[in-house]
């Protein structure tokens, strides 16, 4: 069974940075689209940044210039670095794997993040 185990989330001040880790097993990782999505209390989940196979990435619009998405296929892991944390970024951050040839979806754990003032 595939698996992703996501890593890194901390309690942090206005303004630092942490770099979240996803690395996943029993899958082609290179074959995969990538994902960050979060989650904040009373909120829906959402999209914060994507990294297809090929290596083409995207950000939602609250995050742009602030966070990164990089992905190594050699140790199949995604990462998300966060840089100029808000308190509006404090959620759970959720890694996804998505390979729509084989209609296989795969999702972490989770990892808190919380950003204090």
């Known amino acids: 069974q595939a698996r992703l185990d996501e890593s890194g989330g901390a309690l942090v001040q206005v303004g630092g940075s942490l770099r979240l880790s996803c690395r996943a097993s029993?899958?082609?990782?290179?074959?995969?689209?990538l994902n960050w999505y979060r989650q904040a209390p009373g909120k829906q989940r959402e999209l914060v940044a994507h990294?297809?196979?090929?290596?083409?990435?995207n950000y939602a619009d609250s995050v742009k210039g602030r966070f990164s998405i990089s992905r190594d296929n050699a140790v199949n892991t995604v990462y998300l670095q966060l840089n100029s944390l808000k308190p509006e970024d404090t959620a759970v951050y959720y890694c996804?794997?998505?390979?729509?040839?084989?209609?296989?979806?795969?999702w972490g754990q989770g990892t808190q993040v919380t950003v204090s003032s």
């Open positions: 996804n794997a998505n390979y729509q040839a084989w209609g296989n979806d795969y």
């Open positions: 029993k899958m082609v990782f290179s074959f995969y689209d």
């Open positions: 990294i297809t196979s090929g290596g083409t990435t």
